[in-house]
């Protein structure tokens, strides 16, 4: 079992910028796929951004490819999503979530556990 805690979401003015934090315990942190992902209201979860457990190959949505990094630091059993210029289209619930696997996994149905989700809002 693996439980995800989010952090760092908030209000944003467009342009800015926000880090969003991802804790995950209740199991070793080897060999765990990780993802962020997001649902804005009326509209379907979708990717953000993912990456492997190693060598931590990555994926991004095309509409935050520039924009958003993710990184993970297994040492601490964390993963990151720095979000710079950020739009009022980026405005959503961001998730955190993770599966046992050595993989790039990049869907929503991909992934088992997930966090309770954190808001993001950006203001124009």
């Known amino acids: 079992q693996v439980k995800l805690v989010e952090s760092g979401g908030g209000l944003v003015q467009a342009g800015g910028s926000l880090r969003l934090s991802c804790a995950a315990s209740?199991?070793?942190?080897?060999?765990?796929?990780m993802g962020w992902f997001r649902q804005a209201p009326g509209k379907e979860r979708e990717s953000v951004a993912t990456?492997?457990?190693?060598?931590?190959?990555?994926y991004y949505a095309d509409s935050v490819k520039g924009r958003f990094t993710i990184s993970r630091d297994n040492a601490k059993n964390s993963v990151y999503l720095q979000m710079n210029s950020l739009k009022p289209e980026d405005t959503a619930v961001y998730y955190c979530?993770?599966?046992?696997?050595?993989?790039?996994?990049?869907?929503?149905?991909?992934?088992?556990?997930w966090g309770q989700g954190t808001q993001v809002t950006v203001s124009s």
């Open positions: 979530a993770a599966r046992i696997g050595g993989y790039l996994y990049i869907r929503s149905s991909d992934f088992n556990y």
């Open positions: 209740g199991r070793t942190f080897r060999n765990v796929a």
């Open positions: 990456i492997s457990w190693n060598p931590g190959s990555t």
